[in-house]
């Protein structure tokens, strides 16, 4: 049978994570239909239909489908979830938000955040933030699951040309209404996404220093900017800069911790990034141990240095 | 108005994850066991909702081993008024813990639930939305701001990229985020009081719910272990080796 993969898009692009998700779940399936939901959706549905290896694109179109709500989503996927043997979200909020109302309307568990598809019925995820590899085997008939991206390498964009046909949309679900949405505006990158993250710590002593030392940086690698939970709880960062294991756990290519000692809550939200940057006068700090390059010494001296080498 | 908050018992985040060598899961024994972080922001939460008249009642109910009561007298040091434990040793899987919760909702008839986001044990991020869809209420997941009127829970969320704010009827499930409150330190007299407060002691058999185990736990391993690198001499050298790896 095949598989439903929920697309993630901006409402005029598909995301790259649905390519990633579509990876994971042809490791399921050789037939994947992709669901765009939203409004107006059909420049993203065009999109969809060329990807490598799609059978077929659904949409879904109503104002609470653009609004994302959770509700909405999951009474169109399981409307037609009939038709597949695994339904497959992103781990984005959206997705982390209608996946699981899919998987108890389904009767069925939620495998998140999966990372490795073993078998049909197997799946590798992270527990404990990621301190700990949980494989389980399922003995449910339909798989429901949101799939940690960053862990699978994207579908050609190109190549396919699959139908776009649209499915019916069940009536709006009463009680959850659309507000407002406030996006960032920023030219960087979302932290969650992001291919660098620049990250301080408490050694930066003050909510200007951080800004002052962190955004130029920043500017410069076209990166994120993280801080660990001791620079957010002095009130040098905003909460949602937090990388750690009650915060955003990040996976990019390049980390860099600049004034971090590296506590186990830090480590357990980065430390699956591809390279890691130590910035810290203290020689003994924990953050050397999983750094892939260390730089003992004062970051007051150091950033600017590395500002002229970037150059 | 009454408030239902579920509460786990998890690994205290501050503990080192050590996974056991029989590869069977995460050892958990004699070290220090405490709430799951984001159901002490829920628990804070209702406790602000009474504080400011809003609430009248707020009920933590925890499902665990006889251990959660500890659980549950923190959150009863924290504000709530009475606890709830389902005893069980089992390790019980979200839908199912959902099932349960259900269960105890349709006894305790509350207007509103507010839960942690998810349990830094297992990180499944599902049990409020579960419960919510078995429930057929509402949800406001990752809230990091709560207001309710008329009615109405208006509900700012942390989504990718910025913030949502949804208007949910009550009843509904909220889940809570970071950045929604500081949870309050336990003083003295709080403690005191809450070991006055009451507590009921269930079984899972209490509630007829099915909990038997859809997923099997094959293994569990520690993630591929990073060691520690090189260290570079200065910021020059770095970025040499930053091009030379090609991340940069």
């Known amino acids: 049978m095949a598989a439903l993969v929920i697309a993630d898009h901006d409402g005029a692009h598909l995301r790259d994570t649905t390519l990633k998700t579509i990876a994971a779940a042809q490791k399921l399936s050789g037939e994947i239909d992709l669901l765009v939901t939203g409004e107006g959706v059909a420049a993203v549905a065009a999109a969809a239909s060329k990807v490598a290896g799609v059978r077929k694109v659904l949409t879904a179109e109503s104002p609470e489908l653009k609004a994302e709500i959770a509700e909405d989503i999951a009474a169109v996927v399981a409307q037609i979830a009939g038709g597949y043997e695994a339904i497959a979200f992103p781990a984005t909020s959206s997705g982390k938000n209608a996946a699981p109302r899919v998987a108890a309307l389904l009767d069925v568990s939620l495998l998140s955040d999966v990372m490795e598809v073993v078998d049909a019925h197997t799946f590798v995820r992270p527990i404990y933030a990621g301190n700990a590899l949980e494989t389980v085997q399922t003995s449910d008939a339909k798989i429901v699951m949101t799939v940690r991206t960053t862990a699978f390498a994207p579908v050609a964009a190109e190549g396919g040309s699959a139908s776009v046909e649209a499915v019916a949309v069940p009536a709006a679900f009463p009680g959850a209404r659309f507000i407002s949405e406030e996006k960032v505006v920023s030219d960087r990158p979302e932290l969650g996404s992001a291919k660098v993250v620049v990250s301080g710590g408490r050694a930066l002593g003050s909510k200007e220093e951080f800004d002052a030392v962190l955004n130029p940086l920043a500017e410069k690698l076209g990166a994120a900017v993280g801080a660990s939970r001791a620079a957010v709880d002095a009130g040098y960062a905003p909460n949602d800069y937090q990388v750690g294991q009650t915060g955003k756990v990040v996976a990019p290519q390049l980390y860099i911790a600049i004034g971090i000692s590296g506590a186990i809550q830090h480590l357990a939200g980065m430390k699956d990034s591809k390279v890691i940057v130590a910035i810290n006068k203290d020689p003994e700090a924990p953050i050397f141990g999983v750094a892939d390059y260390g730089l003992v010494g004062d970051y007051k001296s150091i950033v600017p240095e590395l500002m002229t080498a970037l150059a | ?248």
Not at chain 2, 134 to 157: C, D, M, Y
């Open chain 2, 1 to 248: 108005m009454k408030i239902l908050v579920p509460v786990k018992r998890v690994l205290d985040y501050n503990v080192k994850v050590r996974v056991k060598a029989d590869q069977s899961g995460v050892d958990l024994a004699n070290v220090k066991m405490s709430m799951n972080p984001f159901d002490e922001i829920a628990v804070e939460e209702a406790v602000r909702l009474k504080e400011k008249g809003v609430a009248t009642e707020i009920v933590a109910v925890s499902i665990g081993p006889a251990q959660a009561k500890d659980t549950i007298i923190t959150a009863l040091t924290i504000g709530a008024d009475r606890g709830i434990l389902i005893q069980s040793d089992q390790d019980i899987e979200p839908l199912a813990v959902a099932k349960l919760l259900k269960a105890v909702v349709e006894a305790e008839t509350p207007d509103l639930i507010i839960m942690g986001k998810q349990a830094i044990d297992g990180d499944n991020n599902a049990t409020g939305q579960m419960l919510a869809t078995l429930l057929n209420w509402p949800q406001a997941t990752f809230a990091s701001k709560v207001v309710i009127e008329n009615g109405e829970a208006q509900v700012t969320r942390e989504v990718d990229g910025g913030l949502q704010t949804l208007g949910v009827k009550l009843p509904c499930v909220i889940t809570t985020d970071l950045r929604l409150n500081e949870p309050r330190y336990a003083s003295l007299p709080n403690i005191m009081k809450a070991k006055k407060k009451p507590l009921e002691t269930k079984s899972v058999a209490d509630y007829g719910v099915d909990v038997a185990p859809r997923l099997k736990v094959v293994k569990v391993t520690e993630p591929p272990k990073r060691s520690a690198g090189i260290k570079v001499a200065d910021a020059a050298e770095l970025v040499s080796k930053l091009k030379t790896a090609g991340v940069l």
